[in-house]
């Protein structure tokens, strides 16, 4: 897993390629990966020391890394398709008094 920091294009060998520097995570916590039947998996997040940079077409999916505990600790855990659930937390819409006027 990695955290794209930007993208940019740049000519290699006379074509025109789009990359992405990225900083990637640490490898999943073999414990907790483990333990969870791999539900579970927490990387570290290792900022400056881990950038690389990739051709774009090498990214496969988008994913969240959500803190995982104490925020201060560099470590997250992979949620896929974050946001889905979400839409179902609005509550319920109720109509108002000024939509029975219309």
Same mark, same amino acid.
């Given at each position: 897993?990695?955290? =794209? +920091?930007?993208? %940019?294009?740049?000519?290699? +060998?006379?074509?025109?390629?789009?990359?992405?520097? =990225?900083?990637? %995570?640490?490898?999943?916590?073999?414990?907790?990966?483990? !333990?969870? @039947? @791999?539900?579970?998996?927490?990387?570290?997040? +290792?900022?400056?020391?881990?950038?690389? &940079? =990739?051709?774009?077409?090498? =990214?496969?999916?988008?994913?969240?890394?959500?803190? %995982?505990? #104490?925020?201060?600790?560099?470590?997250?855990? &992979?949620? !896929?398709?974050?946001?889905?659930?979400?839409? %179902?937390?609005?509550?319920?819409?109720?109509?108002? +008094?000024?939509? #029975?006027?219309?």
């Amino acid at each position: 897993f990695a955290e =794209i +920091q930007f993208f %940019f294009q740049a000519t290699l +060998q006379g074509v025109k390629e789009t990359l992405a520097l =990225i900083s990637n %995570f640490s490898a999943p916590n073999a414990h907790l990966c483990q !333990e969870s @039947s @791999s539900a579970l998996l927490v990387c570290k997040y +290792q900022g400056t020391m881990a950038l690389e &940079v =990739i051709p774009v077409k090498y =990214i496969s999916s988008c994913v969240a890394m959500v803190p %995982f505990k #104490d925020p201060v600790d560099g470590q997250f855990f &992979v949620c !896929e398709k974050m946001g889905l659930e979400v839409t %179902f937390l609005s509550g319920v819409h109720e109509e108002s +008094q000024a939509d #029975d006027l219309l």
